[in-house]
Structure formats: C-alpha cells, structure tokens
C-alpha cells in the first residue's frame, strides 16, 4: 500500500527528544507529515556546543553525560536520509574520523584500501549531538516542546476486538493532545508501559535480565585541540573489565571503564584517583588519560541490564496507534555503543512501515511493525544480551579467582560466544577479518554476511588463538590499592 494523500496531513506526536525521536521526527515530516515532539525536561540546547555541553540540563535522560558513539551506520543513514543534520553537526564542531584509523599502521593490516570510507563517522558529545539534530528538526518543520511532561494517553472507546487505540497524550498541564499515531520513543525507563496499563490494556511483555554493568566515565579536552593516537579498535576486554575510548567534539574526548555491577571491588573506581591510576594500565587507554586535562569527575552509570518489551502479544498488539522505538522497544549493552545507530534505524523503519501500510488499519501496522522490527533489529538486540550473559559469568569467574583456559574455569557450547572470542583476537591480525570485523562493530552489515565473505571465516579460526596479554585482576586490584 502507498502513502495516500489523506495519510500525508496525519498529525504524528513523538515522545521524547532525544537522537532516536528527532530522527523520527524529521523522517515524517519529510513525509509531509505534521509532526511535534514533546519532551519532559525544560531548556533548550544553547547557541553553541559548549552552551549545550556547560549549561543543557537534561534530568530526564540519566545517561546524557556519559559517552556516546554514533556509529558509521548511523552517520550514512544520516548522510542518505537527513544531510542538513550532517550540516548542523559539523557546524557545531562534530569531528570526522574513521573507526580502523588506529588500526592501518598495524604491520598485519597493511593501511588504508578503497572502500574504507564507509568506516567515516561523526564523533560529537551527546547533548552536541541532540543540539544538531534539534537545529535540523527546527528547519524541517518539526514543532518541539519542552517541559511538557506526558502523564497518559488517549483513547477510542474499547473497539469490538478488545484492543484500546490510542488517539493522542495528556500532559502534566492538562492538555489533552490529539494525534493519529503516538510514537514512544523515551528510552529505556520509558512509562509507556504503565500508562497502558492505565487504560486497561495490558503490558508489554518484558524480557529482562536481573544484573548487568556498570560503567566509570571520564570526559578530557587537550589544550590545543589535538587528539590522542586513536586505539587499534576502540574497545578492548580484559580481565574484568573492559575500555573504550571515543573520541568527541572541540577537542575532548571520553574514557569509559565497564565491570559487572556484582563486583563490589571495582566500585573504588568512581575515586578519580584510582580511576586515573586504572586506565593506565591499559596500553590502548593509557595515552588518551595522559594526553589532555580531566573536564569531569568519574561520571557512573548503573541501570544497564538488557531489557526487551514485546508489543504484540499472542497475536494481537496490546494496543493501536502507538509505536516504540529505540531503547524504548529494546536496550543493548551501551558498552558496544550501539544504542543511537539502533535508534536511527528503528526510526527509517517506522518510516517505511507507514509507508507500506499507513494509518487506515490499525492492526495491520502495530503487526507490520512488530514484525519488521523482530526481523531486522531483534537479533542484534538478542545477540547483545547473550553476549552479556556470557561475559557476566566470565567476570564471576575472575572474581573467584578460577583460571579462563582451556579445559578450565568457564567454557561454553554457544558457537556464537566461542567464534566472538576468537574473532576479538584474529581481527588485529589480517586485514579482511578486520574489516569484517568492522563492518558488524559499525552497524554496516550482519555477522552473517560478514562472515560470509570468502576465507574470513577460515582466518578467524586460524588467528584466533591466545589473547595479546593483558593485566590480570590481581595486578588490576593492585593498582585500585596502589595509593
């Protein structure tokens, strides 16, 4: 089914402001939608980056000062879909680099070929980033509101089916807004759920896991506006705990510390000192903590166990005319920084649903929706979580002081764990797993298709031996304790 013209003056009402319900919202006014965002939080993104950075409070968004990475998936979606929000992020300062920069020197990989381009991306902080986004959204004639809190929906009387159909919100200040389709898109401690439940109709399901990571993060700007040597990848796992480094706008840049939230022992890590003396440990890490002057604290995040709501319930959707999106529908682990990139994609996603099959049945586009959404985004989402699993119980491991080997401690029949594993060592070590590598790491393509590729898989079995060593837990602890 195509758009139709009665479709094209649909009035769409997005819920929350963040990267994932701007992209939303300027993808369905280029429909020729009449779109408007609201958002709990009052303030508006400032006249520059560092307004946004110093004086953008966002009490709503618990994670808006951690780091975050838009992957170079979602810098072509971006490119393909909204170019004048590339033009705002650079405007206000988002620096170009490309993920395997660290990695071209390396004797094994033999520099840069053709093709590698598509490794670009736009690194910027994350209220720089909705500031840009915000920017476009205004010139494409999205309407968004700030400090208008949403406290319930709407509804048509209970059809014959059983299913409640959503017809618009009601805010805090007692304004009932009408709207043809709702789409939720307030991240992972979105109130959707309740304020179903408000209205009678059941909950999504929630898939959760009970325990995750937390994370220990720490913003740096150097005096000249250089930056460090990036990282050969700029994420690594270690002995309890991984690292990543992502690289920002106007000269900063983030560090990124991540443990299992049961071990006690590494809590010491929101000391800036023992901080400070961890990340030096770690070769990948240690210059980009030396290079430039601290702008932050230790910055930690908890709340980041996975979380998955299914909206279709044996068969039926538990309710019409509400879409979510993004961490709303599905959380991954933010240690891999997929979390904008999925937003995006979710966003082109809802777009084409409407596309194909408008507003007119209300079933029909929660299923398609649904269905399109647990066939392209939900195996990422789920490969996220199993790897989460696995690498939880190898922490626990550590904790109890029992060897990761062969034949010892933690070993596992999941295929996909063991082949991740040895894909992490072989990808420094020849130039076409890197790249396959890469190109799952930056949200450009499937493992399966990566793995496809002729010999790569034969190359991860052969390379992907022993780990580069690393400090153990005990040299670890040793340093937590050192001064």
């Known amino acids: 089914m195509r758009t139709t013209e009665e479709d094209r003056q649909r009035h769409v009402v997005v819920l929350g402001s963040g990267p994932t319900g701007l992209t939303t919202a300027m993808l369905l006014a280029r429909e020729g939608h009449r779109v408007t965002v609201l958002d709990r939080d009052s303030g508006s993104p400032g006249a520059d980056a560092e307004q946004a950075w110093d004086q953008w409070k966002r009490p709503g968004v618990n994670q808006f000062r951690h780091p975050h990475v838009m992957l170079p998936g979602a810098f072509a979606l971006l490119s393909r879909e909204l170019p004048q ?21 390396l004797p094994a990989i033999g520099g840069r070929k053709p093709g590698d381009e598509r490794f670009d991306t736009l690194a910027a902080r994350r209220p720089v980033i909705e500031q840009g986004l915000a920017a476009a959204a205004a010139a494409a004639g999205v309407t968004v509101r700030r400090t208008t809190p949403v406290t319930g929906f709407l509804t ?20 009932s807004i009408h709207a043809d389709l709702v789409v939720d898109a307030l991240g992972r401690n979105s109130p959707a759920s309740k304020m179903l439940v408000d209205i009678g109709a059941p909950a999504p399901v929630l898939d959760r896991h009970e325990t995750g990571f937390l994370a220990y993060s720490r913003y740096f700007r150097s005096a000249d506006g250089s930056y460090p040597q990036q990282a050969a990848w700029p994420l690594e796992h270690h002995d309890s705990i991984s690292l990543t ?149 190898q922490i626990d491991l550590d904790i109890a002081s029992i060897p990761y080997e062969v034949g010892v401690g933690y070993e596992t029949d999941d295929a996909n764990w ?28 499937s493992p399966e298709e990566a793995l496809a590729r002729p010999g790569v898989l034969d190359r991860i079995m052969e390379l992907g031996g022993d780990p580069e060593p690393g400090p153990s837990r005990i040299e670890l602890l040793a340093a937590m304790v050192a001064g």
């Open 85 to 105: 929000a590339v033009t705002e992020l650079r405007a206000l300062g988002a620096r170009t680099h490309n993920m395997l920069d660290g990695a071209y020197d």
């Open 156 to 175: 048509d009387a209970t059809p014959p089916t059983g299913i409640a159909h959503i017809t618009g919100v009601l805010t805090a200040h007692g304004e």
């Open 245 to 393: 480094t992502v690289p920002g706008d106007e000269g900063t840049w983030a560090l990124a510390l991540f443990v299992s939230a049961k071990d006690r022992a590494m809590r010491a890590l929101s000391d800036p000192e023992v901080w400070q003396r961890v990340a030096a440990l770690y070769p990948g890490m240690a210059h980009w903590a030396s290079h430039g002057e601290p702008i932050t604290g230790v910055l930690a995040m908890s709340g980041m166990e996975s979380r998955h709501r299914s909206f279709v319930v044996d068969g039926k959707p538990v309710a019409t005319g509400l879409l979510s999106i993004g961490d709303a529908w599905a959380t991954t682990n933010p240690t891999f920084g997929m979390g904008i990139t999925m937003g995006m994609a979710h966003a082109v996603l809802l777009r084409d649903v409407l596309a194909e099959v408008g507003f007119g049945d209300r079933d029909k586009l929660a299923l398609r929706f649904a269905e399109l959404t647990d066939a392209t985004l939900l195996p990422a989402q789920q490969a996220s979580a199993a790897w989460d699993l696995h690498r939880l119980a």
């Open 418 to 445: 063991n082949l991740r594993q040895a894909l992490e060592v072989a990808k420094l070590r020849d130039p076409d797993v890197l790249r396959a590598f890469g190109d799952v790491g930056s949200a450009l393509t």
